[in-house]
């Protein structure tokens, strides 16, 4: 820090001291005394009190021109290790401050470390208290495990992502959802869901669905025809008729085809119906073999379309009832013995069907009942069957 300093100088004369107004190059040397810090200001001289501009903190030696006046010895001036309000300074040692520091700088307090005042003190920053640890400190950190007490209020939305757990409430080892829901989609509670009083879709046992391109249930759902047809046949018998309803021909085919289950139940077998769900969507592939039962009136195939193309086999059907059935047969021959139909049209693009011992009323075909005492219209042209 750089002041104006004012040096007395004066002399001797006559046993008193006397103002010395004769010097014109007074020069201020800093140590090491080397070279000219200030010189005296010119005219500016009274009573002996000589003016320094510009004199920075430092020790002195005052020079006449090139030669030291060593009446003067060494003047400090200023204090050399006093903290300035401005410029940058390294300050050593403990400075203990009485009163509240402020930092006004935009960047705030930049430290290494900051330390309690005594080793059981914390430091307190805007009503945060820091201590040893987070834990300690209160502060919930971003990783770790750490016990949170006391109500939280999020008031904007909570993300928990926990790989695969969205979300665990513990409180007794309970998770807990107080309200109950008013928007479609807010998390419900059990009181709510058995508020709802949700009937399970009732199936009957003696009911087993084809659902192609579903999924399995055991002893109700299956997704071909001889899962089916095993599981209906290991429960049918006299007192117990099964049914199986065709849902459709799924996604991937445009028709079911009739496979030997095994194992005993055959392509069919008795005490089951098989039943679609609509005449023209529902549409059986016939095996080139005998389907047959022990006794006409044990077994039915219901409201659904049976296709075998290509021309060349020859289909049976024995002792089976037939209701609502569109058969459409490029063959080179259909055999039906001791069958019953019921509101049928039986198609055959080529060859012939031949019925023997069969009976029935409302049925449409495009070859002969012969003596079969069947209710209906034979001898149709092919081109007149849709």
């Not at 009083?197 to 999924?215: E, H």
């Not at 006794?295 to 296709?307: A, H, K």
């Not at 209710?375 to 069957?385: A, C, H, K, L």
């Amino acid at each position: 820090m750089a002041i104006t300093y004012k040096l007395t100088v004066g002399k001797v004369s006559g046993g008193n001291f006397q103002p010395d107004n004769a010097y014109t190059d007074l020069n201020l040397r800093k140590s090491p005394y080397t070279t000219r810090e200030s010189t005296q200001t010119a005219g500016a001289i009274t009573n002996g009190l000589y003016e320094f501009l510009n004199v920075s903190d430092g020790d002195y030696k005052v020079y006449d021109g090139n030669t030291e006046q060593t009446n003067f010895g060494i003047i400090p001036i200023g204090e050399d290790q006093a903290v300035t309000i401005t410029g940058n300074q390294t300050v050593a040692g403990t400075k203990t401050f009485s009163s509240q520091i402020v930092v006004s700088h935009a960047d705030g307090l930049k430290a290494d470390k900051i330390v309690g005042y005594t080793s059981a003190a914390a430091v307190n920053i805007a009503g945060i208290s820091l201590n040893t640890d987070l834990n300690t400190s209160g502060i919930v950190s971003t990783t770790g495990s750490q016990d949170i007490s006391g109500a939280k209020r999020i008031t904007t939305s909570l993300n928990i992502d926990s790989s695969g757990a969205i979300l665990n409430i513990e409180a007794g080892g309970i998770g807990i959802i107080e309200d109950a829901p008013t928007s479609g989609n807010h998390i419900v509670n059990k009181t709510y869901a058995d508020s709802l009083a949700i009937t399970p879709f009732q199936q009957s046992p003696n009911v087993v669905r084809l659902i192609p391109n579903g999924t399995q249930e055991t002893n109700k759902v299956y997704t071909n025809y001889a899962t089916a047809l095993y599981n209906a046949w290991s429960f049918a018998d006299s007192t117990r008729r099964m049914t199986i309803m065709v849902e459709g021909m799924g996604t991937g085919a445009s028709t079911i085809a009739i496979t030997d289950a095994g194992g005993g139940a055959g392509f069919i077998n008795d005490y089951i119906t098989v039943r679609g769900v609509s005449q023209q969507q529902t549409r059986l592939t016939v095996p080139d073999d005998t389907l047959t039962v022990t006794t006409l009136g044990n077994s039915s195939f219901e409201n659904l379309t049976m296709i075998l193309t290509g021309g060349a086999a020859d289909p049976i059907f024995e002792k089976l009832v037939f209701n609502n059935v569109f058969f459409d047969l490029d063959v080179n021959s259909v055999t039906f013995t001791n069958c019953e139909f019921r509101n049928c049209t039986v198609k055959i693009t080529t060859g012939s069907p031949t019925y023997t011992s069969c009976k029935g009323s409302g049925v449409y075909t495009t070859g002969s009942f012969g003596s079969s005492p069947i209710n209906g219209t034979d001898s149709i042209s092919v081109s007149d069957i849709a």
